[in-house]
T-cell receptor, first 115, second 111 residues
Framework: GAVVSQHPSRVICKSGTSVKIECRSL??????MFWYRQFPKQSLMLMAT?????????EQGVEKDKFLINHASLTLSTLTVTSAHPEDSSFYIC???????????FGAGSRLTVL | SQQGEEDPQALSIQEGENATMNCSYK?????LQWYRQNSGRGLVHLIL?????REKHSGRLRVTLDTSKKSSSLLITASRAADTASYFC???????????FGTGTRLQVFP
């Protein structure tokens, strides 16, 4: 079945630094990927839709310059949290649609802790 | 917010009992899906029910959909300790390619 690999699974960084999270589709091509953010014991909030070869589409209230998304190939999308601050600490999850109507395959998630 | 709501927020049961989770949503949809999330992990797709379907089964899972009430339920029968996880409903509103997730139900099954 479709597999999405997300790396790193955990990252701790100092305030002010940038962190890159990668999301790869291992056995299928993904022209679209979705990036979600999840706070403890809460639901997933869609941050942006990553589109291969074009600009990402951001949800209302998500800072484009803060959360840089690049979808350079059909199998790789990256999320870079720039100038990270403690309030950016969260669980970030990527996903890609499968061939079945809007069913998503998710990465394992990345837990970001900003000190 | 378009986010759906689920109830209960948390549910604790003994192994062998049935677990029922409910989901309400706000917009017209193409289909509704249920996902499972183990703690600190990504989500796994469980089952999809289309807007013209009323009930669907998959193993120990039974999903119902009432589009007139904009609600769905997920029933897990004969629960096991391994079913312990958070369960989310997700809808894809008409004319969008996005999935909107519900607030989730945290299920704890005690052995």
């Amino acid at each position: 079945g479709a597999v999405v690999s997300q790396h790193p699974s955990r990252v701790i960084c100092k305030s002010g630094t940038s962190v890159k999270i990668e999301c790869r589709s291992l056995d299928f091509q993904a022209t679209t990927m979705f990036w979600y953010r999840q706070f403890p014991k809460q639901s997933l909030m869609l941050m942006a839709t990553s589109n291969e070869g074009s600009k990402a589409t951001y949800e209302q209230g998500v800072e484009k310059d803060k959360f840089l998304i690049n979808h350079a190939s059909l199998t790789l999308s990256t999320l870079t949290v720039t100038s990270a601050h403690p309030e950016d600490s969260s669980f970030y999850i990527c996903s890609a649609p499968t061939t079945v109507a809007n069913v998503l395959t998710f990465g394992a998630g990345s837990r970001l802790t900003v000190l | 917010s378009q986010q759906g709501e689920e109830d209960p927020q948390a549910l604790s049961i003994q192994e062998g009992e049935n677990a029922t989770m409910n989901c309400s949503y706000k917009t017209s949809i193409n289909n509704l899906q249920w996902y499972r999330q183990n703690s600190g992990r990504g989500l796994v797709h469980l089952i999809l029910i289309r807007s013209n379907e009323r009930e669907k089964h998959s193993g120990r899972l039974r999903v119902t959909l009432d589009t007139s009430k904009k609600s769905s339920s997920l029933l897990i029968t004969a629960s096991r300790a391994a079913d312990t996880a958070s369960y989310f409903c997700a809808t894809d509103p008409y004319n969008t390619d996005k999935l909107i997730f519900g607030t989730g139900t945290r299920l704890q099954v005690f052995p």
